[in-house]
């Protein structure tokens, strides 16, 4: 059995591991970002009813203005047709009154619509605040939850890469080179077993003369087609069981 092989088949053990925790950890950040993303939604549409509320408010505020001044505006006609003295200056002045008067009638319409449209805005916006607050509370939960999974899958991605560490160490510097490029290169996936005769990992052929000096298990071999370090599952020295490994 060759040592150094042992540690690359120990070595992309550990490298699948930490692939498999990283991607719960990133589906984990992912499945965080939609739920926040879901939020904001929500969030956006209450805004946007509350600010048509807060404007329709504003609108009621400004006509109420508008018709205390046009009340005061035909309090001072009232008075001024006590004063008048001739019947020409009475029937303009009648006139006035009466425009003043359209205009508090239209005025007080437009204040009532107004007031409906408040109290219905209202109603939404309560059922709309009450929706959010649910949410948010369902949404810090789900985060906190999503949190400590993460917590948890960063607690043994640290406690593999400390086995990582030790076996990158017992690899000869230039096959862990050799072996790293590999990784990068190839999705992650350095080393691969052959059996009956084709490599478990690119599915080709290997010659013949190749796969029974494999079995000799005398060298270093590479896949001719994929270049991964293989090795022959049929030596029972490769078939470890890292339990250290599985059970992070
Ligand atoms: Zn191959």
Request: a negative charge; charged letters at 40%; proline letters at 2%.
């Amino acid at each position: 059995m060759l040592d150094q092989l042992k540690c690359l088949i120990e070595y992309q053990k550990i490298e699948d591991k930490r692939n498999q925790l990283m991607r719960s950890n990133e589906e984990g950040l992912r499945r965080t970002a939609e739920l926040e993303k879901e939020f904001e939604y929500f969030e956006e549409q209450f805004l946007s009813k509350k600010e048509e509320s807060d404007s329709a408010q504003e609108a009621h505020r400004t006509i109420e203005r508008e018709l205390e001044e046009l009340r005061a505006r035909l309090g001072r006609q009232k008075t001024r047709l006590g004063d008048v003295k001739t019947n020409k200056e009475y029937q303009a002045s009648l006139k006035e009154i009466e425009e003043t008067k359209k205009e508090v009638s239209k005025n007080e319409d437009s204040a009532l619509e107004l007031l409906d449209k408040i109290e219905l805005l209202g109603k939404e916006l309560a059922e709309l605040e009450k929706d959010l607050a649910e949410k948010r509370s369902v949404l810090e939960e789900q985060k906190s939850v999503l949190q400590q999974e993460s917590g948890a899958l960063q607690t043994r991605l640290d406690r593999l890469e400390n086995i990582r560490q030790q076996v990158r160490e017992r690899v000869n510097p230039d096959l862990l080179k050799k072996t790293d490029f590999l990784f990068t290169k190839q999705a992650g996936i350095a080393v691969s077993s052959v059996e009956n005769g084709v490599c478990n990992v690119c599915h080709m052929n290997i010659p013949p003369q190749k796969f029974i000096e494999l079995q000799r298990d005398e060298d270093l071999m590479q896949c001719p087609h994929c270049h991964r370090f293989l090795y022959w599952p049929g030596h029972e020295g490769y078939c470890i069981n890292v339990e250290d490994i599985d059970s992070i």
